[in-house]
């Protein structure tokens, strides 16, 4: 593996102040265009998100991965139908087809019962299934979802000034609506050396915003090499999904990751994902200059991010249903209703 280097970290606090000079707003977003254009990661210091409800939602989500399997199954996601929320057991997701070596709980923005979407019966829509206990999970999830998700339209607002968009061209094109997913993973120590929690992947909408503790393990392809990215849990690590790359024409990338937990320690991850709104579809920006070539024959899955069409729902869906076919099948009629197959012409490996 590459030296580590180290990945830009970023103060965005100028972002979230509204009395913040322009020219300081300006810089910020020049630091991000050029993270975003560079490597696609970095860290992010001035978030203002409290340390403690880090850690009461850390705390929580040990105490819930603690529980007897049949107490964890009382919420797992085969339960929540078309919705995906809910637990999944150790090796019970997907990537490139092979079982990640982690278990989790998915979890959103809720949805209520009577929800156009949810009546629909739209995939990734509907109420989060929070367990009986801990009782302070669902309290931390829900100041967490808010939070983060604010610190992310802000974020995003610094990356449309990197571009040379009005700051609010995001929450008006793309994010109005968002498709906001959280998700809450355990790792177990990795056993093999060439063992890993969750195998080479980019991420599929805007942007992640990624808590973690101080174990480490998450990698970040750096050209030819994998570089380390630094486990601080103070930090919040951001990185970029197929949409941004999709919007920019490859001018910022999704750039691929993977995690091995070799700490010896049970690892704790939170990724937050701030997606473009689901009917929403992704056309590239009229950027100045020409793009760089479309680097679909390099990527993880050998499919092209350009070569999409549809609506991000419809990628969404098509993603997901690879990382859980078993749960597709069992609600394939009602979102094959609701969300046509996918029509890009490269072909998704990880069928």
């Known amino acids: 593996m590459a030296a580590t280097p180290h990945l830009p970290v970023i103060d965005v606090a100028p972002l979230l102040d ?7 707003v300006l810089a910020v977003a020049t630091r991000i265009d050029r993270a975003c254009r560079d490597v696609g990661f970095f860290a992010i210091t001035g978030h203002g998100l409290d340390p403690d409800l880090r850690r009461r939602l850390d705390h929580a989500a040990r105490a819930f991965f603690a ?11 085969a339960r929540s139908g078309a919705a995906w929320r809910g637990w999944f057991p150790l090796d019970g997701e997907l990537t490139r087809g092979v079982p990640d070596h982690k278990e989790g709980l998915y979890l959103g923005l809720d949805h209520a019962p009577d929800h156009p979407r949810v009546l629909a ?27 983060v998700v604010a610190l992310g339209q802000a974020v995003l607002g610094g990356i449309a000034l990197g571009l040379g968009l009005d700051r609010e061209w995001f929450a ?9 997913l959280l998700r809450i993973f355990r790792y177990p120590p990795t056993e093999t050396a060439d063992g890993w929690g969750v195998a080479e992947h980019t991420d599929y909408g805007l942007l992640t915003l990624l808590a973690q503790d101080d174990c480490g393990g998450l990698q970040v392809r750096v050209g030819d090499g994998w570089v380390d990215v630094p486990a601080d849990p103070d930090l919040l690590v951001c990185n970029l999904g197929d949409m941004l790359d999709r919007l920019t ?7 691929p990751h993977r995690v091995r937990n070799a700490s010896g320690r049970e690892r704790i991850s939170i990724p937050l994902f701030l997606d473009p709104s689901w009917d929403a579809e992704v ?10 070539a479309d680097d679909a024959d390099r990527r993880w899955d050998g499919a092209s991010v350009h070569a999409w069409e ?6 969404l869906t098509a993603k997901v249903a690879r990382v859980f076919p078993d749960l ?6 009602t979102v094959s209703a609701a969300a046509p197959p996918p029509r890009s012409p490269a072909a998704d490996p990880t069928a």
């Open 18 to 24: 509204a009395t913040a000079e322009p020219a300081t």
């Open 67 to 77: 529980l007897p399997t049949e107490q964890k199954a009382e919420i797992a996601m």
């Open 121 to 147: 019966g739209v995939p990734l829509h509907g109420p989060n299934a929070y367990p009986a206990a801990p009782a302070e999970l669902e309290p931390a999830v829900r100041e967490w979802l808010d939070r």
């Open 172 to 180: 008006l094109h793309l994010t109005a609506d968002p498709t906001v």
């Open 249 to 255: 024409e490859g001018r910022y990338r999704s750039t």
């Open 283 to 292: 056309v590239a920006l009229p950027l100045a200059g020409s793009p760089p």
């Open 310 to 315: 549809g609506t991000y729902g419809e990628y």
């Open 328 to 333: 597709f099948r069992a609600v394939a009629p």
